[in-house]
């Protein structure tokens, strides 16, 4: 990502704060939208908002997304037969949940619609297996072998996907791994299923696994206690090669590792070459908020409306004076733009700014003279902001009462 540096706090480079990191040569970042982000409660893509969704992740770079749960839903081992269709060149990933009875279907479903990548997925936590599935750790692990197997050279690639990793026993995590490959898994999979954990702690079981297991390893966060990012970013420095994330987040209950912003931080802080054209994320954002009438919040850092936008005035004249005085990095970067909204904080800069922006050029005197009737408005109104078209009215008319 050129030209952030200098907008970057000068630590962020020091040997002493990157002391320790195992950071990969390459790092994939998959997006799973299409597959956790249609588990949000009230979201429902369908096959068409699927395959456009994967398109324009293709489009930005994005190299490899989930698509679902071809077993459960006919949808989405529909979408990827159209995806593969399209030529594009994102990796497309479906899962075969495998802790049923009907197994076996899940692994057969998830090979027949022709993805880059199955996943095996079953849990791995004490918990999960006693409370839930009703079987033993032995019973888990065999089942694992088997459906590896199953699955093995008749998909490109076999991942090894068990969950609640980050809650369950680390021998055991260990002997389920060791299994897998024997068993001819490609990848291993670390998941952070209920959010339960904290970026030092992640950043050590993701060492301890990446040294001891060569293969890839793929971590997927969940946001909890709001810190998906950060044990994604952990991960990444403990040795995890390939990342998951969602448009806005999007995900069960509090959702996932938010793609706009892993990416933006792993280019930036941590000089990785994610492939992905952060240019398009702001318009990726505001589309998927489109499809899933959620929005995108305004004060959502990178993406959101007023993400880089400046109110007070000294605010206002450091942006404008120098960009690095106010802002993280160039908003056009991932596609936003700078905004200077109208308020009672608001100075003889703004105005100008402002009123230039609507191709009114005006001398400090006439903004002084703006800015004293957006004063009575304040005192009138108590009202702390003024609309676009409210305040161009109000500076119109004082113009042309005042001209000079």
């Not at 070459?273 to 318009?283: A, Q």
Request: aromatic share 6%; glycine share 8%.
């Amino acid at each position: 990502m050129d030209g952030v540096t200098e907008y970057l706090s000068p630590h962020v480079r020091r040997p002493e704060a990157r002391a320790g990191f195992n950071l990969p040569a390459d790092i994939i970042v998959c997006d799973c939208t299409a597959r956790e982000g249609e588990q949000a409660a009230a979201v429902d893509f369908g096959a068409d908002l699927k395959v456009e969704l994967i398109r324009l992740l293709d489009e930005i770079g994005v190299p490899q997304a989930q698509a679902g749960y071809p077993a459960k839903s006919p949808l989405d081992g529909e979408t990827v037969r159209r995806v593969r269709r399209l030529g594009l060149r994102i990796r497309v990933e479906v899962i075969a949940q495998v802790f049923d009875p009907n197994w076996r279907d899940e692994v057969d479903a998830a090979v027949a619609c022709g993805p880059d990548i199955v996943d095996i997925q079953l849990p791995c936590s004490d918990r999960r297996l006693l409370l839930l599935h009703k079987m033993t750790r032995g019973e888990m692990l065999d089942r694992a072998v088997e459906a590896i197997r199953r699955a093995r050279g008749r998909a490109p690639v076999v991942r090894f996907a068990p969950t609640d990793t980050t809650r369950a026993d680390l021998d055991y995590v260990r002997a389920l791994y060791r299994a897998a490959l024997d068993a001819g898994a490609d990848r291993l999979s670390l998941a952070d299923t209920a959010g339960a954990m904290f970026p030092p702690a992640m950043r050590w079981l993701v060492g301890e696994l990446t040294r001891e297991f060569t293969v890839p390893l793929q971590v997927h966060c969940h946001n909890d206690f709001g810190l998906a990012l950060a044990n994604t970013l952990a991960a990444a420095e403990g040795g995890a090669s390939i990342l998951d994330a969602t448009v806005n987040g999007l995900g069960e209950r509090s959702g996932n590792a938010c793609l706009d912003e892993l990416v933006v931080a792993l280019e930036a802080f941590y000089g990785a070459r994610t492939g992905v054209r952060t240019e398009g994320l702001y318009r990726l954002a505001h589309l998927v908020s489109k499809w899933t009438g959620i929005p995108v919040p305004t004060h959502k850092p990178l993406v959101g409306d007023s993400a880089f936008a400046h109110k007070l005035e000294g605010h206002v004249r450091g942006v404008l004076t120098s960009p690095p005085l106010y802002e993280p990095l160039p908003p056009e970067t991932v596609g936003n733009r700078r905004r200077i909204p109208i308020g009672k904080y608001s100075g003889v800069h703004a105005v100008r700014y402002r009123l230039g922006q609507a191709g009114i050029d005006v001398t400090e005197e006439q903004a002084r003279k703006v800015l004293d009737a957006l004063g009575k408005v304040w005192e009138e109104t108590r009202a702390s902001s003024l609309s676009d078209d409210a305040f161009l009215s109000l500076a119109e008319e004082t113009l042309c009462r005042c001209p000079d």
